[in-house]
């Protein structure tokens, strides 16, 4: 099983501030990487898929990049409403896995 | 737009049975493969099953293996989800997810979830 670990547990920033997220795979995953937000009693939104391709009708400042095993999500200026929790998860191999997430928390 | 939503929720004892469904909306459901993720409380979110859309390909997570089966009905546009054996562990809010293309393994719409306690 591919096991996937994020960086940092929570991060603690102001609106208008740059959040860095970062997951590692324990073994090359290519581009086969995908982020999601999750806010609590709401579904899990997907942000990027292939590591770097922003999904439908996400915005501009949510950004990936990476390859092989590391990889990193960007929010260029925080909105209120991009406090949540973050998860990677890898579709290279079965089964698919997630991380154990990011919380970006107001400062 | 797309809609998905999960019923079949409750609590089970130890070793008990339950059957979760997803109905969806909104799109051509017999073109796409459907999975369902949980998370249990205070947890993360752990895939559990595929079911590929004609209902022939079916991938599962180790810890549910030989416990949970998946079935499709494409003329009702429902995915099943038959849980047995089922332990604690089991108890989390599942979600049922779409791929956001057949066989890319990304999801891209999600319904509210339903919850599965397990307890005696």
């Not at chain 1, 603690?12 to 324990?26: M, N």
């Not at chain 1, 260029?76 to 970006?104: H, I, M």
Request: aromatic share 12%; hydrophobic share 30%; glycine share 10%.
């Amino acid at each position: 099983e591919i096991v996937l670990t994020q960086s940092p547990a929570t991060l603690s920033l102001s609106p208008g501030e740059r959040a860095t997220l970062s997951c590692t795979a324990s073994e090359s995953v290519s581009s086969n990487l995908g982020w999601y937000q999750h806010k609590p009693g709401q579904a899990p939104r997907l942000l990027i898929y292939d590591a770097s391709k922003r999904a439908t009708g996400i915005p501009a400042r949510f950004s990936g990049s990476g390859s092989g095993t590391d990889f990193t999500l960007t929010i260029s200026s925080l909105e209120p409403e991009d406090f949540a929790v973050y998860y990677c998860q890898q579709r290279n191999d079965w089964p698919l896995t997630f991380g154990p997430g990011t919380k970006v928390e107001i400062k | 737009q797309v809609q998905l939503v999960e019923s079949g929720g409750g609590v089970v004892q130890p070793g008990g049975s339950l059957r979760l469904s997803c109905a969806a909306s909104g799109f051509i459901f017999s073109s796409y493969g459907i999975h369902w993720v949980r998370q249990a409380p205070g947890k993360g979110l752990e895939w559990v099953t595929i079911i590929g859309y004609d209902g022939r390909d079916k991938y599962y997570g180790d810890s549910v293996k030989g416990r949970f089966t998946i079935s499709r009905d494409n003329s009702r546009n429902t995915v099943h989800l038959q849980m047995s054996s089922l332990r604690a562990e089991d108890t989390a809010i599942y979600y049922c997810a779409k791929e956001r293309r057949w066989r890319e393994y990304y999801f891209d719409s999600w319904g509210q979830g339903v919850l599965v306690t397990v307890s005696s």
